[in-house]
T-cell receptor, first 115, second 110 residues
Framework: AAGVIQSPRHLIKEKRETATLKCYPI?????VYWYQQGPGQDPQFLIS???????DKGSIPDRFSAQQFSDYHSELNMSSLELGDSALYFC??????????????FGPGTRLTVL | QKEVEQNSGPLSVPEGAIASLNCTYS??????FFWYRQYSGKSPELIMS????GDKEDGRFTAQLNKASQYVSLLIRDSQPSDSATYLC??????????FGSGTKLNVKP
């Protein structure tokens, strides 16, 4: 079965640079979530989109922005990168068609290293 | 206080034993509950979902939900060394709230 696709898988940036992470949800999934996970920490919710509209916002820094496009893929844009932004970034997708269940399926993640 | 609380462990069990993982949640409006398994450096993998009070079994895994007491548990029977991972409990209220616990590290000793 098709899974969530994330690109790139690894990214190395310098401080103050900009990074763009991409997420392609499971076909027919209409909701995308972004998470940040630091070493030894649980995933921290950043932001979510349903039908191309922002549906919820978590601990996303103002330096970050995201959107969901007409084909349901999503991009997380990160500007003025800081050393503390180094982490694994996961995208997950789900389908409202499942009702209240909201099973989220995670992509393989993007490992961002800021030097 | 986190919305979903788990004992961080590590929980050590011998191979072949039953591993019991627990979590509690604070939002009484939570409707759906999930257990994810995460290996170091990998993404969380959904292993069980439960929405109704009682038990739900899938192979070696049994999820238990008690909404009155606001706790969810996961039993892993015949534990294998390959089950060694961090287990994340999560609770969801509609589609706009999804809370993860901090995870319990399970170590299955051969």
């Amino acid at each position: 079965a098709a899974g969530v696709i994330q690109s790139p898988r690894h990214l190395i940036k310098e401080k103050r640079e900009t990074a763009t992470l991409k997420c392609y949800p499971i076909p027919r999934h209409d909701t995308v979530y972004w998470y940040q996970q630091g070493p030894g920490q649980d995933p921290q919710f950043l932001i979510s989109f349903y039908e191309k509209m922002q549906s919820d916002k978590g601990s996303i820094p103002d330096r970050f922005s995201a959107q969901q496009f007409s084909d349901y893929h999503s991009e997380l844009n990160m500007s003025s990168l800081e050393l503390g932004d180094s982490a694994l970034y996961f995208c997950a997708s789900s389908s409202h068609g499942l009702g209240v269940y909201n099973e989220q399926f995670f992509g393989p993640g993007t490992r961002l290293t800021v030097l | 206080q986190k919305e979903v609380e788990q004992n961080s462990g590590p929980l050590s069990v011998p191979e072949g034993a039953i591993a019991s993982l627990n979590c509690t949640y604070s939002d009484r409006g939570s409707q759906s509950f999930f257990w994810y398994r995460q290996y170091s450096g990998k993404s969380p993998e959904l292993i069980m979902s439960i929405y109704s009070n009682g038990d739900k079994e899938d192979g070696r895994f049994t999820a238990q939900l008690n909404k009155a007491s606001q706790y969810v548990s996961l039993l892993i029977r015949d534990s294998q060394p390959s089950d060694s991972a961090t287990y994340l409990c999560a609770a969801s209220y509609n589609f706009n709230k999804f809370y993860f616990g901090s995870g319990t590290k399970l170590n299955v000793k051969p």
